[in-house]
Every structure is written in C-alpha cells, then in structure tokens.
C-alpha cells in the first residue's frame, strides 16, 4: 500500500526557510519518481521539483531554481524540499506524489497526473 504522508509547513516571512517532509513506504525510488508539487487558492496545481527512479539529480520549475532543493534520505524513507528566500506567492499547499514517469520528470510535471498523492501541507508566506 503506497502511502505519503507531508509534513513541516507552517507560517514564514518573506525571505524566510522552511523545510518540509515527505514520508513513503509501499513503494521504491528505485522503480518510481517522486515529485513535489504545490496549488495555491483559486490556482491551478503546479509541479516544483521531482526526482526521477533510481537517480539523485533533481529538476526544478524555472520558479523555484535557485531558491528550492529537493533531496532525500533513503534509510528514512523520507524525502524533503528545502525552500529558502520565500516569497508571499510562494504561498499553497505543497503536495509530494509518486509515479512512474515512464517520460521523464519534466513531462512529469508538466502533466501533472501522478498516481499516488499525499495530503499535503500548508506554507504561508507572510510578514
């Protein structure tokens, strides 16, 4: 049974850091990609970042580059998308989601149609 479980959200200011987490079981990094992704009130859903099977390099949205890093602790199970320099539109619900991805992690996340998602966490960005 795939699950995924978010956690670390919270209230930021801008120009702030936050880290937040995603615990798994039921599945490998191996055979699957994981992606975190995020939707603002009244937004679409929007891919951030992803890790594709069996890889450690990550892809970013042009957005996040440079400011976000996703990275991973396979002995925990647990991934994490560390955000640093946070700005108010930066503000959504961050979701984490595996996947095959059979095409890649950026078709991945331009599709945006994954099999497995988490609950999600709230991040607000706010003085």
């Known amino acids: 049974q795939v699950q995924l479980v978010e956690s670390g959200g919270g209230l930021v200011q801008p120009g702030g850091s936050l880290r937040v987490s995603c615990a798994y079981s039921?599945?490998?990094?191996?055979?699957?990609?994981i992606g975190w992704f995020r939707q603002a009130p009244g937004k679409e859903r929007e891919g951030v970042s992803c890790?594709?099977?069996?890889?450690?390099?990550?892809y970013y949205a042009d957005f996040v580059k440079g400011r976000f890093t996703f990275s991973r602790d396979n002995a925990k199970n647990t991934v994490y998308l560390q955000m640093n320099n946070l700005k108010p539109e930066d503000t959504a619900v961050y979701y984490c989601?595996?996947?095959?991805?059979?095409?890649?992690?950026?078709?991945?996340?331009?599709?945006?149609?994954?099999?497995?998602w988490g609950q999600g966490t709230q991040v607000t960005v706010s003085s």
């Open positions: 989601a595996t996947d095959t991805a059979p095409f890649g992690c950026e078709h991945a996340i331009a599709v945006g149609s994954w099999d497995y």
């Open positions: 039921g599945f490998s990094l191996n055979y699957y990609a």
């Open positions: 890790i594709m099977r069996g890889d450690d390099t990550a």
